[in-house]
């Protein structure tokens, strides 16, 4: 059985997310740069780092660094000799939350947030977030990884992107969602701390919703989102082994 790949850090997602030559006149298909090759490129060509140093900061081993790091040299070769868009998507990376010593960026994970997720001026604009897990809206709140955004305008998705919550627990990730510059949360099951933290950063709660993540944020988007308005969830999976909000879909109902 081959080991599972471990996902990259990254300290920073990069603003710029495509490139086009100026002359392009036809539809050549985008050489597609990943999340983590960029962050090679970053670190080592424009900060200056070692390999080992690259490698210490993405929390992988150095040859690990070495294969990106030479497969997006190749990459970018092959975008400036012969001319190609270029694109920066997926990729095998989780976002770091700033927590270790040597990130660069330990003191503002929120305000780097807040910085990439800045909503365009002058446009009206929703942002929702979806608590999420392969696909689906995860259920219970206080413990969810990930969070899905979907950028609204007129009633229809424009924009979706999945975030990691960098490993922020119940009391943080109101704030995290904030950052994020959420206007609404769709979730299961949710304790009535985090809500009274949702309502103080002024986001409206959606909860008790299951199924797929992207039929809920497409059923809010048009306003048709069947949810709880008297969603809770007390408990922090203290009922029992094996039994969690997520077993039984606790934003149906009061866990308490």
Do not use: W
Not at 97 to 114: E, I, M, P, V, W
Not at 206 to 211: A, K, L, N, T
């Amino acid at each position: 059985m081959p080991r599972p790949k471990k996902c990259r850090s990254v300290c920073e997602l990069p603003r710029t997310l495509a490139f086009s030559p100026d002359d392009l006149s036809d539809s050549r298909e985008a050489v597609i740069l990943t999340v983590e090759e960029y962050e090679t490129i970053r670190l080592i060509d424009k900060e200056g780092l070692s390999q080992e140093q690259c490698s210490e900061r993405m929390q992988v081993a150095r040859t690990t660094v070495q294969q990106i790091y030479a497969s997006a040299r190749k990459k970018l070769a092959d975008v400036l000799v012969d001319g190609l868009p270029l694109r920066i998507a997926g990729g095998d990376y989780r976002l770091c939350n700033g927590g270790r010593s040597n990130c660069a960026h330990s003191a503002c994970y929120k305000q780097k947030l807040s910085q990439i997720y800045a909503k365009p001026k002058g446009e009206a604009m929703m942002r929702i977030a979806v608590t999420y897990e392969n696909g689906s809206v995860f259920q219970h709140f206080g413990h969810t990884e990930q969070f899905k955004i979907y950028d609204v305008q007129d009633g229809k998705i424009i924009a979706s992107e999945v975030v990691d919550t960098g490993g922020s627990g119940h009391g943080a990730l109101a704030g995290v969602l904030s950052a994020l510059n959420v206007d609404a949360l769709i979730c299961g099951g949710i304790g009535g701390g985090a809500q009274m933290a949702l309502e103080a950063a002024g986001i409206r709660l959606y909860g008790g919703v299951s199924g797929s993540a992207d039929a809920a944020a497409e059923a809010l988007a048009a306003g048709k989102l069947d949810f709880n308005p008297d969603v809770r969830c007390d408990h922090h999976d203290h009922h029992g082994e094996g039994h969690t909000c997520g077993s039984h879909g606790c934003g149906s109902h009061s866990c308490g």
